[in-house]
């Protein structure tokens, strides 16, 4: 059994596309758990007559990524049929995917076990653009890199190249996690990741216990970029810059950073310092860039 857990807040256009393509997959022993925290556009009504199957667990608003995820997982733990191999599946509602999406998780599983398998991310409107592959990290000075660049962010260059990559992390866009991780690892932290990096970190973790992190080539995650915010630091003044550093919503949340830098990090401080000046580093260069343009 398959558990999706999908959070979602006021994206119903999304959520919709989102679970019309999850109710076509070849594999049929799953189960859909969206996690509504506080929608006000009508999401729920929306999922109750059409996709009535589905189960919606409801939020007030401030559960955000991380403990919104953790409902969906302790809903499908309470509700385990344990005769049978049991997974989670984590994913994002501004995403689309193939029919045979689950059964190729499912089959990179039984390829490279014990393990988590994410899925490569490509462009909704531009399939061939390469968004993510896997990540390289490097825990003393914080330079590590995308894996999409060793293929010129092409997919069929992937293709053609690897039918899988081992990786360092895997997001929350996709990733089937085994029941048995939550046993050995936890769920996902959600005091110390609010929203951004609890994918990060928890897969993190999956792995210094053990676990492959496998990015399975075949197991594709339609993205819609716009939607997602990935393409939002290109045009971020400096007072946005700065006011990321303390919001919730922003990847360069500086109390997000510091905390991963103390729990996983070979240099602690060091890291952390080396990580700020990345960030500030990097949005220099795109200012000079757009500047230079």
Wanted: charged share 20%.
């Amino acid at each position: 059994m398959v558990s999706i857990v999908i959070p979602v807040h006021n994206r119903k256009a999304y959520t919709r596309e989102c679970l019309s393509c999850l109710h076509t997959q070849t594999y049929r022993n799953f189960q859909i758990i969206v996690v509504d925290d506080g929608s006000t556009d009508g999401t729920d009504e929306m999922i109750y007559h059409e996709f009535p199957n589905v189960v919606v667990l409801k939020g007030d608003g401030n559960l955000w990524w991380a403990e919104a995820t953790n409902w969906g997982i302790r809903y499908a733990l309470e509700h385990l049929d344990k005769t049978q191999e049991n997974f989670v599946l984590t994913l994002n509602d501004d995403t689309r995917v193939n029919n045979d999406y689950l059964q190729t998780l499912l089959d990179a599983y039984k390829q490279h076990k014990p393990c988590l398998i994410g899925s490569v991310s490509v462009d909704s409107n531009n399939p061939d653009k390469l968004e993510f592959a896997g990540t390289y990290m490097e825990l003393y000075t914080a330079s590590g890199r995308h894996l999409a660049e060793d293929y010129q962010y092409s997919y069929p260059e992937l293709i053609s190249k690897k039918t899988y990559v081992e990786s360092h992390s895997l997001p929350g866009r996709g990733t089937l996690i085994p029941m048995e991780v939550f046993d050995k690892i936890g769920l996902f932290d959600s005091k110390n990741y609010i929203h951004y990096m609890a994918d990060i970190e928890f897969s993190l973790r999956a792995r210094k216990a053990g676990y492959h992190l496998i990015v399975n080539a075949k197991s594709i995650v339609y993205e819609f970029v716009a939607a997602t915010g990935i393409q939002v630091e290109k045009g971020v003044t400096l007072k946005q810059f700065i006011n990321g550093f303390t919001s919730v919503k922003s990847m360069t949340n500086l109390t997000v950073r510091y905390n991963f830098a103390i729990a996983h990090s070979k240099t602690k401080l060091l890291y952390f310092f080396f990580d700020v000046g990345r960030i500030c580093a990097g949005f220099l260069l795109r200012k000079i860039r757009l500047m230079k343009a």
